[in-house]
């Protein structure tokens, strides 16, 4: 149980640089009305009321232990997707940024889908989703 605990803790440490770059961008969203909830260890900020969807680059997006999506229906039905990722940042750290960049980089030079394609998110869509590609 302690070793477990202390695997939790340093996994929030590590992340914690881009957990707070989440908060950051989630800040000046909560004060126009967003509203935040706390689900499986992470923080999520639903930017709209159930019934909305805006047209947006993403449904859901994740920041270390931060997961920001357009409503909370979304973020319900994309959370083992998500969370898949706030395990990817607990594994690589602030490193997960520079590593999903330029995964996506190395992909769009070789003509592949910069998205889709994207090892991090193969496997998001593989234990999140069950889909596999």
């Keep these: 149980m302690q070793a477990h605990r202390l695997r939790r803790t340093l996994g929030y440490l590590w992340a914690a ?4 770059l989440g908060l950051l961008l ?4 909560l004060l ?4 935040a909830g706390r689900q ?5 900020i639903a930017l709209w009321p159930d019934d909305k969807v805006r047209r947006l680059p993403f449904a859901a997006i994740t920041f270390g232990h931060v ?3 357009q409503n909370r229906q979304l973020l319900a039905r994309l959370r083992a997707h998500e969370q898949v990722h706030v ?3 607990q594994r690589w750290g602030v490193l997960f940024l520079l590593a999903y ?3 996506s980089l190395w992909l769009w030079l070789r003509g592949k889908r910069p998205y889709r ?5 193969v496997e998001a869509r593989r234990l999140g989703d069950g889909q596999q590609d």
């Design 101 to 103: 960049s330029a995964a």
């Design 87 to 89: 395990r990817q940042y």
């Design 117 to 121: 394609d994207n090892p991090f998110e």
């Design 26 to 29: 989630a800040l000046p969203l």
């Design 40 to 44: 499986q260890g992470a923080l999520e």
């Design 67 to 69: 997961i920001i999506g």
């Design 32 to 35: 126009c009305g967003a509203r």
């Design 17 to 20: 640089p881009c957990s707070l």
